[in-house]
């Protein structure tokens, strides 16, 4: 019978270095410096790079559909479709961070989305907004003096230079006077 060259110590060593290798950090992600270095994925799975929008006002919506405010799609379609042909774009981020209330998978949010709301402008997968594994575009929000959600329904105007302009709460309708004007500001 022949016998393996491997010492029980040399494998003992070798469970030891893989260990250590799944216990070792990852290195951090670089840091974004604006929205447009990011790329995100949308709601098909396919990756979506925001400089895509550059030189657009944008209106970041982070969105759930058993929420108290999941009415406000309306609203926000009809606002994207008074707004988009002047140069803004709303983004619809779905998030599952406050009170588990978009639990659907991208599929199930689309479905809803499209045949409850009509909705036609651009969605993307969950993302978390705030916490350890918040989403580096929320992350980028916050850091810009928009703060992190309260709730869901929260919404960022940024604007064509990728930055944040105005942040409203998610009480704040799509109709507001207030909301619209920033956005018309935003555009001058």
């Known amino acids: 019978m022949k016998t393996s060259s491997f010492t029980v110590a040399a494998v003992t060593a070798a469970i030891a270095a893989v260990a250590g290798l799944a216990?070792?950090?990852e290195p951090p992600m670089p840091v974004?410096?604006?929205?447009?270095?990011?790329t995100?994925?949308?709601?098909?799975?396919?990756?979506?790079?925001?400089?895509?929008?550059k030189g657009k006002v944008l209106l970041i919506v982070n969105v759930a559909s058993q929420c108290g405010y999941t009415g406000q799609y309306?609203?926000?379609?009809k606002l994207y479709q008074d707004y988009k042909a002047k140069g803004v774009v709303l983004l619809g981020f779905p998030s599952n961070d406050f009170g588990g209330?978009?639990?659907?998978t991208e599929q199930e949010i689309k479905?809803?989305?499209?045949?409850?709301y009509n909705v036609t402008f651009p969605m993307f997968s969950k993302v978390k907004t705030k916490g350890d594994a918040q989403s580096p575009v929320y992350k980028l929000l916050a850091a810009e003096g928009g703060g992190e959600p309260?709730?869901?329904?929260?919404?960022?105007?940024?604007?064509k230079d990728?930055?944040?302009k105005k942040a409203f709460p998610s009480s704040t309708k799509p109709e507001d006077a207030e909301l619209r004007a920033a956005l018309d500001a935003a555009l001058k």
């Open 23 to 25: 216990h070792a950090k």
């Open 32 to 38: 974004a410096h604006s929205l447009y270095e990011l």
């Open 40 to 53: 995100v994925v949308d709601i098909d799975g396919k990756p979506q790079p925001l400089s895509a929008y």
């Open 74 to 77: 309306t609203g926000l379609e």
């Open 101 to 104: 209330q978009e639990p659907g």
């Open 111 to 116: 479905t809803f989305c499209s045949t409850k």
């Open 150 to 159: 309260k709730w869901n329904f929260h919404k960022y105007v940024v604007g």
């Open 162 to 164: 990728g930055q944040v």
